[in-house]
């Protein structure tokens, strides 16, 4: 059944000082372009240095993003007509940005954010603490899932499926300027397999250790992530010493937490969530991957392949999917919205990235996974919508005050 929601007075936020800047751009312009047309948006954008922007720069900076290389939140050029009239009205509000946004006059408030700074549970807080409904993923859920070394951990103590790994947290290198230390090494050091690692073993034992551990147990080739970084940031694939040393130091630097998998060489699929205690599943997606690495380019360059919707399985395979990504749900208590990332071939799995607000726009396959599961886009945005809503509903019935008995 159809969610059926009121007419609502909604604040949609974008952009943010993480890595997925663009990212959140292109999926804030396709929702604000989805919502229905009795919905009252009011657009806010998040400079890369942290300031809102004024409602007067918000008009140049539209024209600015309708014609970028890397935003691509419409399918053709008739689609940024359209939301050019509906981000005019978005773009309405008056007074100072911060000041307008946290009033509370907001019946929600949709973060469109990817990754840190906004996906990672902080902007989740700020909603919270002012008192104000927000779609997407809850406190808890944003700042597990964002970090996959803790997504991984939680996953598998619960009994689902992940790869091997081998983690390491910038702490454990010792001092505190190990990293600029490892970064500035010699160039014959760089490019010289057995000097970078003398080196390394003489700047930091911990970190040979896990070198030498990630080749016993986990063989090459394999692939080095910054924990918390979406979108194939910062990924980086090692065949040799010599290659998982740079990986290392890229990583590390990207992020304070990294860790070391193997290559999985079976198909990768997504599968879509939204709703609450029974979410509504989406079909299940087939990536169309490079052979060696589904990095950023991969996935929304110029060259990237079209995704398979539905992928090409089986009912019986689909469905073991889709249960799977359920089970990961409520697992990581994960509400509102979520796309889920699994490894499968041959009844074999693993889960391999959650995203708590997946991506929006003309590459993105969840909303188009669920329109073809019979959920168009107007329709799914209220589910989404609908979900954070009753969330702060039950929030609000439970009693968190404190009475002084003094």
Not at 53 to 64: K, M, Q, R, S, V
Not at 298 to 319: C, R, S, W, Y
Not at 392 to 404: A, E, Q, S
């Amino acid at each position: 059944m159809t969610i059926q929601l009121p007419s609502l007075k909604l604040a949609l936020v974008c952009g943010g000082t993480g890595a997925e800047h663009i990212g959140s751009i292109e999926s804030a312009l396709w929702l604000l372009s989805q919502f229905r047309a009795d919905h009252h948006p009011a657009f806010f954008y998040q400079h890369p240095d942290g300031r809102l922007a004024e409602a007067a720069e918000l008009p140049a900076l539209f024209e600015t993003w309708a014609t970028h290389p890397y935003i691509k939140a419409w399918s053709d050029q008739s689609g940024a007509e359209r939301c050019r009239a509906i981000f005019r009205q978005a773009t309405a509000w008056s007074g100072a940005p911060w000041t307008t946004l946290t009033n509370n006059q907001w019946d929600l408030v949709w973060p469109a954010f990817h990754g840190r700074g906004g996906e990672d549970g902080s902007f989740q807080g700020f909603c919270e603490i002012l008192d104000l409904p927000y779609a997407g993923c809850g406190i808890a859920a944003s700042v597990i899932s964002v970090d996959k070394i803790k997504t991984k951990s939680i996953l598998r103590v619960s009994g689902l499926p992940v790869l091997p790994q081998i983690t390491i947290d910038d702490w454990e290198l010792g001092a505190d300027d190990v990293l600029s230390v490892l970064i500035e090494l010699p160039e014959h050091h760089q490019t010289e397999s057995g000097s970078s690692f003398d080196a390394i073993q003489a700047i930091s034992p911990t970190l040979a250790e896990r070198i030498v551990e990630s080749e016993q147990c986990l063989h090459y080739p394999v692939f080095v992530k910054p924990a918390s970084l979406g979108s194939s940031l910062g990924v980086t694939k090692a065949s040799n010493r010599q290659e998982l040393i740079a990986a290392l130091i890229q990583s590390l630097s990207l992020d304070r937490r990294v860790l070391i998998e193997p290559q999985c060489n079976w198909p990768e699929y997504g599968i879509g969530l939204c709703g609450l205690d029974e979410p509504k599943v989406s079909l299940v997606v087939g990536y169309a991957l490079n052979p060696d690495f589904f990095d950023y380019e991969a996935k929304f360059g110029d060259q990237a392949q079209e995704d398979a919707i539905p992928a090409h399985l089986d009912n019986n395979q689909m469905h073991q999917l889709q249960e799977l990504a359920v089970a990961a749900w409520h697992a990581l208590d994960l509400e509102s919205c979520a796309r889920i990332d699994c490894f499968y071939e041959n009844g074999q799995f693993a889960i391999n990235e959650v995203n708590t607000m997946p991506g929006f726009g003309a590459h993105s396959v969840y909303a188009e996974a669920f329109t073809k599961a019979g959920l168009p886009p107007t329709a799914l945005l209220d589910e989404i919508m609908a979900a954070g809503l009753e969330r702060y509903r039950r929030r609000n019935r439970l009693n968190f005050g404190f009475k002084d008995r003094l």
